[in-house]
C-alpha cells in the first residue's frame, strides 16, 4: 500500500511526463519533450547532442513506460503506471537512477551550455520549462529546494539524489519531493 504523500508524487509525476496533456503517457510525449527542450536551446536536430537527448527520452518510454501497457492499448494510462510504480517502490531502491542515470547525465549535460558542471536557475527554467511545461513558480520553488546547499547551482549528484527520493520515499522531509515543485 502506498502512502499518500507518494499518491500525490505519483500523480505529479504523471502529468509532468504527460507532456501533451492528453491524460495518456505514449511516445509522443517523450519525443515532444526531447524536441522542445534541444530546439528551445537552438541545438539542429541532426546534432549528436540533440539525437542523445531525444533518443534517451524516447529509450525510456521504450524501456520503462512502454512495459507498463497491460491492456496494449500503446498508451500507459494513470492507473497502469501507478499500479507498476506502487508495486517497485521499496523492491529495488536504486533502480530510478540505474534507468535514469544516463539519460539524466545526457539531459543536464546539455541543459549545462558552458560544462561547468551544475545548472544555474535559468539554465533548470528552460530545461522545466520545454520538458516538462511547468510554471515559473513551481520551477523556482523546485530550485531552490532541490539545491541542498543553497548556492545558486544545482549539481548532477543533487538532481540525481533528488530523483531518487522523489520516485522511491514517502519521508514527508525529502528534498526530492520537490522534483516537480510543490505537490
Ligand atoms: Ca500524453
Ligand atoms: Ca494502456
Same mark, same amino acid.
Given at each position: 500500500?502506498?502512502?499518500?504523500?507518494?499518491?500525490?508524487?505519483?500523480?505529479?509525476?504523471?502529468?509532468? !511526463?504527460?507532456?501533451?496533456? &492528453?491524460? %495518456? =503517457?505514449?511516445?509522443? +510525449?517523450?519525443?515532444?519533450? $526531447?524536441?522542445?527542450?534541444? @530546439?528551445?536551446?537552438?541545438?539542429?536536430?541532426?546534432?549528436?547532442?540533440?539525437?542523445?537527448?531525444?533518443?534517451?527520452?524516447?529509450?525510456?518510454?521504450?524501456?520503462?513506460?512502454?512495459?507498463?501497457?497491460?491492456?496494449?492499448?500503446?498508451?500507459?494510462?494513470?492507473?497502469?503506471?501507478?499500479?507498476?510504480?506502487?508495486?517497485?517502490?521499496?523492491?529495488?531502491?536504486?533502480?530510478?537512477?540505474?534507468? !535514469?542515470?544516463?539519460?539524466? &547525465?545526457? %539531459? =543536464?549535460?546539455?541543459? +549545462?551550455?558552458?560544462?561547468? $558542471?551544475?545548472?544555474?536557475? @535559468?539554465?533548470?527554467?528552460?530545461?522545466?520549462?520545454?520538458?516538462?511545461?511547468?510554471?515559473?513558480?513551481?520551477?523556482?520553488?523546485?530550485?531552490?529546494?532541490?539545491?541542498?546547499?543553497?548556492?545558486?547551482?544545482?549539481?548532477?549528484?543533487?538532481?540525481?539524489?533528488?530523483?531518487?527520493?522523489?520516485?522511491?520515499?514517502?519521508?514527508?522531509?525529502?528534498?526530492?519531493?520537490?522534483?516537480?515543485?510543490? !505537490?
Amino acid at each position: 500500500m502506498v502512502g499518500e504523500l507518494l499518491s500525490r508524487k505519483l500523480r505529479r509525476g504523471f502529468q509532468a !511526463l504527460d507532456t501533451n496533456e &492528453d491524460g %495518456t =503517457l505514449d511516445v509522443q +510525449d517523450f519525443e515532444a519533450a $526531447g524536441r522542445r527542450f534541444v @530546439d528551445a536551446l537552438g541545438i539542429d536536430v541532426q546534432q549528436p547532442e540533440a539525437r542523445a537527448v531525444i533518443d534517451g527520452w524516447v529509450q525510456l518510454w521504450r524501456d520503462v513506460i512502454a512495459p507498463m501497457d497491460q491492456d496494449h492499448d500503446n498508451q500507459v494510462s494513470f492507473e497502469e503506471f501507478s499500479s507498476a510504480l506502487t508495486q517497485r517502490i521499496g523492491a529495488d531502491p536504486d533502480s530510478y537512477n540505474r534507468y !535514469l542515470g544516463p539519460l539524466v &547525465d545526457a %539531459t =543536464l549535460s546539455t541543459a +549545462d551550455r558552458a560544462r561547468k $558542471g551544475w545548472l544555474t536557475p @535559468d539554465e533548470f527554467q528552460l530545461l522545466y520549462q520545454t520538458m516538462f511545461r511547468l510554471s515559473d513558480h513551481a520551477t523556482r520553488s523546485a530550485f531552490a529546494h532541490l539545491d541542498a546547499d543553497s548556492d545558486g547551482r544545482l549539481t548532477l549528484a543533487e538532481l540525481r539524489q533528488a530523483i531518487a527520493e522523489f520516485w522511491g520515499t514517502d519521508d514527508e522531509s525529502a528534498r526530492g519531493n520537490w522534483l516537480f515543485g510543490p !505537490l
